[in-house]
């Protein structure tokens, strides 16, 4: 399998026991989840180029590749994480800011690193997947 960028440990362990009828789907979907992960909000052919995205979609129609085969393995390992804390917050924030035409705002500036600064325990350090303490 191709594996490129940060992630690939995180989508690996992430979706990799996914069972999509072919170990070649299982092994796209590991691609396409450490593509989405490394471009948040970018489209599937950003993500993973026009073969890329080609492939995916071929890979997202067919049966076997339902909703519940491609979050199993990654309901597994967030119970995996949870397991032994105890308290989680289960947090979902659909907001979004884009101060990138607010003239106060340098070009050096990075609301991920105050992100990171404040959250003092991440499971994937890049993919803002954090968990509570102990």
């Given at each position: 399998m191709e594996r490129y960028g940060e992630c690939a440990d995180w989508a690996e362990r992430e979706f990799g026991g996914a069972e999509l009828g072919d170990v070649r789907r299982t092994e796209r979907l590991v691609q396409i989840a450490c593509g989405a992960a490394s471009q948040v909000g970018a489209a599937l052919s950003t993500v993973c180029g026009k073969s890329g995205s080609q492939a995916a979609t071929r890979v997202f129609g067919r049966d076997e590749t339902t909703i519940?085969?491609?979050?199993?393995?990654?309901?597994?390992?967030?119970?995996?994480?949870?397991?032994?804390?105890?308290?989680?917050?289960?947090?979902?924030?659909?907001?979004?800011?884009?101060?990138?035409?607010?003239?106060?705002?340098?070009?050096?500036?990075?609301?991920?690193?105050?992100?990171?600064?404040?959250?003092?325990?991440?499971?994937?350090?890049?993919?803002?997947?954090?968990?509570?303490?102990?």
């Amino acid at each position: 399998m191709e594996r490129y960028g940060e992630c690939a440990d995180w989508a690996e362990r992430e979706f990799g026991g996914a069972e999509l009828g072919d170990v070649r789907r299982t092994e796209r979907l590991v691609q396409i989840a450490c593509g989405a992960a490394s471009q948040v909000g970018a489209a599937l052919s950003t993500v993973c180029g026009k073969s890329g995205s080609q492939a995916a979609t071929r890979v997202f129609g067919r049966d076997e590749t339902t909703i519940d085969a491609v979050t199993a393995p990654h309901i597994k390992q967030t119970s995996i994480r949870c397991s032994g804390l105890s308290r989680i917050l289960a947090v979902q924030d659909t907001s979004s800011l884009d101060l990138t035409t607010h003239k106060s705002v340098s070009a050096q500036s990075s609301w991920y690193d105050l992100l990171m600064a404040v959250c003092d325990r991440c499971v994937c350090r890049d993919y803002h997947l954090c968990a509570g303490r102990n």
